[in-house]
């Protein structure tokens, strides 16, 4: 098993909906990393938390401590949204290198 | 400069062949790592250094790797011999603080390695 887990793998969505992207993950953690990646490789990094909710935008992350369990959700999409999201974890016990999911690839239709 | 540059963008080699990846980090940022991603796969951690300190290389998956951060800034990622298998795109990230704070990871775009 995976130590991080995203759910679903790829996501097809109308321009407008609310999505959801999950993260589970079977490790103790110091931080989580929600991050985004577009065609061509750039990675740029949305949210790090470590409890609670952040927003930023239309986006909002959110995380459950106590069921290893993060959401990362877009309001209002928009097809410049398109790319895969990936959740990726420190854990806990100092060591500095993060484990990734594999990423949900996410395509908003206009 | 103003974000994590890494360079080649592109770097095509014969198998056998030597390649060296270069990542210049933002100024300042004390810890630095690099990543390999295999094609519609997430990345996965090679090795961070803290300056110039190589603290964790556990993610190296020969000892045809090999890195290094001379100075604390830009490091050299290197691969000798290169193999089929080691077709990616090899990503590097560098944070402002390191040690036990958790500092956001800034990336570059990546160097991606096609070996024939």
């Known amino acids: 098993k995976n130590e991080v887990e995203q759910s679903p793998q790829n996501l097809t969505a109308q321009e407008g909906e609310f999505i959801t992207i999950n993260c589970s993950y079977s490790?103790?953690?110091?931080?989580l990393h929600w991050l985004q990646q577009h065609p061509g490789g750039g990675i740029v990094s949305l949210f790090m938390?470590?409890?609670g909710k952040k927003k930023h935008g239309r986006l909002i992350a959110t995380i459950n401590i106590q069921e290893k369990h993060s959401s990362l959700h877009i309001t209002a999409s928009h097809p410049r949204d398109s790319a895969v999201y990936i959740c990726?974890?420190?854990?806990?016990?100092?060591?500095?290198?993060?484990?990734f999911g594999k990423g949900m690839k996410l395509t908003v239709n206009p | 400069g103003a974000g994590v540059s890494q360079s080649p963008r592109y770097k095509v080699a014969k198998r056998g062949q030597d390649v060296a990846l270069r990542c210049d980090p933002i100024?300042?940022?004390?810890?630095l790592f690099w990543y390999q991603q295999a094609l519609g796969q997430g990345p996965e951690f090679l090795t961070y250094?803290?300056?110039?300190?190589?603290?964790?290389k556990s993610g190296l998956p020969s000892d045809r790797f090999f890195a290094e951060r001379p100075e604390g800034s830009v490091s050299t990622l290197k691969i000798q011999r290169t193999q089929q298998e080691d077709s990616a795109v090899y990503l590097c990230?560098?944070?402002?603080?390191?040690?036990?704070?958790?500092?956001?990871?800034?990336f570059g775009e990546g160097s991606r390695l096609t070996v024939l």
């Open positions: 990230a560098s944070s402002l603080v390191g040690g036990t704070s958790v500092g956001e990871l800034f």
């Open positions: 490790v103790g953690i110091s931080a």
């Open positions: 938390l470590s409890s």
């Open positions: 990726a974890v420190r854990s806990k016990g100092g060591s500095e290198k993060l484990v």
């Open positions: 100024s300042g940022h004390v810890s």
């Open positions: 250094f803290q300056n110039e300190a190589q603290l964790d």
